[in-house]
């Protein structure tokens, strides 16, 4: 009943535990809360210290964990990195004010053989009563840490109604992404990107994907992206992505020379992976389409992920023409020091600041973003104009290119060619 490392309760003790509270709780009135906890990123911290310190660090954990909460309260290990927390009624306080308490004092320094560890935990409270499964109530437990995890971790989230549809929504995009090939499902449409102050304008797009279902249905970025990097199948998209838009630069130069730039989105798993920017300047090559007609776009939040295999790849990809731009510019976490280091050539600012730009205070950070910008030698993009009123001040302000709805929704290639890139001569 018990596990060997930590000496705690083990799973079978907790289902024990957690069916006895049930009854009492049928027969006094009483109520209690189940937390599920886990470390944030201990795979991480494991594969760096090493097995053996992980366990060391797991029981110091188990410690921390049992000298915060209540006597009252019993704290067991699952497995792995998780343990399951029950925690019995107390007067005058909220079983997620305790959750939060705990949260906080986990952050406290841990001191092992004279080194220190510094640790985040999450938690999903799940709150019992007299007519709970003791099954229910640890899935329950468990969507409220999956939000806690989503929410930026180091927290702790109760569980709600809202949390058990939005997991059978996952499933069921989940089911959807995994029952088609992306080569079959996924179709690129363009958004212009127009010239407002650019010192050298030319014809650019950015290209993003649909995801389209084998009954006719669309499914937008947003809902599936997360889906299919979920499911191991994001770098299967972005080779699609990339093979469509190669092949529609390959057709725009054979007709038009090269009149065209492409910018294509792509997650930190592309970047991850050693061979993806040697494959992609392969491909451009075998096609016979120079590098810098494409500009890949890598977000903010994926430079929280700066591993030493991303950063390669960034400069391989600039080492071979290829542009990059940093899109969602101030939503995320930019730090200078990336803006530095990497070979990045624009900004592109996020539709958020866009949006308030007639308001004094988002007006100042979008004049200071386009400033530093500059300063260093980048060019930036405005997203998501909708307004002739966002574009005059985007005008005064500086800002070099813009893209929105001002000019066009993001279109199938060939009516966005045909509207916002030069005409196709005629064959002579
Ligand atoms: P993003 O890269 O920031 O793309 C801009 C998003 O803003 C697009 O949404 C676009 O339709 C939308 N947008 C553009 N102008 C306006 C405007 O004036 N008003 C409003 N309200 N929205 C505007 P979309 O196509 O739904 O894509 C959402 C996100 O999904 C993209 O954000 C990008 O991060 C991601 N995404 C799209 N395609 C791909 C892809 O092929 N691979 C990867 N990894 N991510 C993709
Ligand atoms: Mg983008
Ligand atoms: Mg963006």
Redesign the pocket.
Known sequence: MHDSLTGLPNRAHFRDALNHAIEICQREGTEFAVALLDIDHFKTINDTLGHDKGDVLLCALANRITAILPQSAMVARLGGDEFALMLPQQMDVEPLDQAEQLIEGLRRLIVIDGDNFSISCSLGLALGSCDSEPGDLLKQADLALYRAKEEGRNCARPFDKRLESQAHQRLEIDRIVLGRSPMDAIEIVL?PQIAICAAHPHCRF?V??RWRTSDGGLI???DF?PAVERNGL?RA??AV?LHQSIRLLRERLENHGSDIRLGI???AADLEERSFARRLLEDLHAADVPPDLIEI?I?ESMLLRMTASVKASLNTLNRGGIQLSL??FGTGFSSMVYLRELPISSLKID?DFIRGIETSRDRNLIAGMIAMAHSIGKEVIA????TPQQLELLKTLGCDWG????WS??IPPIPALAQFAAPIPPLT
């Open positions: 958004q950015e993003l994907s937008m970025p947003n992206i994001i998209v972005t992505v989105n792509v997650s776009e977000t899109d969602d539709r997203e998501g104009i909708e893209q929105g709805y001002l929704r993001p």
